[in-house]
Every structure is written in C-alpha cells, then in structure tokens.
C-alpha cells in the first residue's frame, strides 16, 4: 500500500472539489475506487479520462496492473477541447 497524491486537472478539478488530495491504495484501479466513491461526477469525469503516474502516461494499461509506488503523484487528466 502506498501514499502519494492525486492531482485533478480541469472538469476532474472541478468535479472533485479539489486541485489535489491525499491517498493510500496499492494500485490505480484501487486509487480511482476510493476517490470516486460517493462522488458521482467525478467517477463520470474519471471514466473517461487519461492518467499520468509519475508524469508516465498509464495509456490503455488496466488499471489493476499499474502498481503504485510511496510518494507517487498521480494525475487524472480528462479529455481537452480545441488544440
């Protein structure tokens, strides 16, 4: 099990309430489960969004296998218009 910190970006900042918080959970799938629960917009938010571990993009990895490491910062990044 590890701490770190989750950084929200945009709609996922908004949804959360939050630019970043604390957490402790071994793997991705673990994290997003316990920020998400009771927080229905931002689980609708996470769903469709990209995360950076460390600043290294998860891309299509499952979540369960993208193991966390202590003092880790993952960022939850949704999808951005124009460009």
Known sequence: ???????YWAAAK???????EPFEAANLE???TKVTAGRENLARVAARSSF???GQP???RPHASVV????VTVEVLPPFAGG
């Open 1 to 7: 099990m590890a701490t770190g910190k989750v950084r």
């Open 14 to 20: 908004e949804a959360a309430g939050v630019a970043e």
């Open 30 to 32: 673990e994290l997003m």
């Open 52 to 54: 950076l571990v460390d």
């Open 58 to 60: 998860v891309g299509r």
């Open 68 to 71: 966390l490491e202590e003092g």
